[in-house]
């Protein structure tokens, strides 16, 4: 998988519905690309908190074959496949589950975004298939 700008990323663990707490690895250190194997989510999906990239492309080395997921921007990136599974999910996020060690106050909530009354929020995002 390609990021579109070098990335210092760590990957977060999901687990029981929630991200875990204090538990990250590093996946990118001063880097755009990362390999795909079929157990790298044996562990779960993969959380990336603020990605540099605007564009994530899945791409096949036995030959052309790409997909693009393009955003304006997010906060939170989510990738994931089911172990075993002929897939893979690439989700731009802006906002993630709950920490495993939440207050449960939702003023507290990690990614929670809040808007003023009558106020507004638009985002997108543009998959190219090759």
């Given at each position: 998988m390609?990021f579109?700008r ?36 044996d562990?779960g ?9 605007r ?15 393009a955003?304006?921007?997010?906060p939170?990136?989510?990738i ?13 996020w802006?906002?993630i589950?709950?920490?495993s ?6 003023v ?5 975004l ?6 507004a ?9 090759v």
């Amino acid at each position: 998988m390609l990021f579109e700008r070098e990335e210092n990323l760590e990957r977060w663990f999901f687990k029981d519905g929630m991200v875990t707490a204090g538990k990250t690895e590093e996946v990118f250190e001063n880097s755009r690309a990362v390999s795909l194997s079929r157990t790298m989510f044996d562990q779960g999906i993969m959380i990336f908190k603020h990605p540099v990239s605007r564009e994530f492309t899945i791409a096949n080395s036995r030959n052309s074959h790409a997909i693009t997921v393009a955003t304006d921007g997010v906060p939170y990136l989510g990738i994931w496949s089911k172990p075993g599974a002929p897939f893979l999910c690439v989700e731009p996020w802006h906002g993630i589950p709950d920490m495993s060690d939440t207050s449960g106050n939702l003023v507290d909530k990690e990614g929670i975004l809040s808007l003023e009354p009558g106020a507004a929020f638009t985002t997108g995002y543009r998959i190219q298939i090759v």
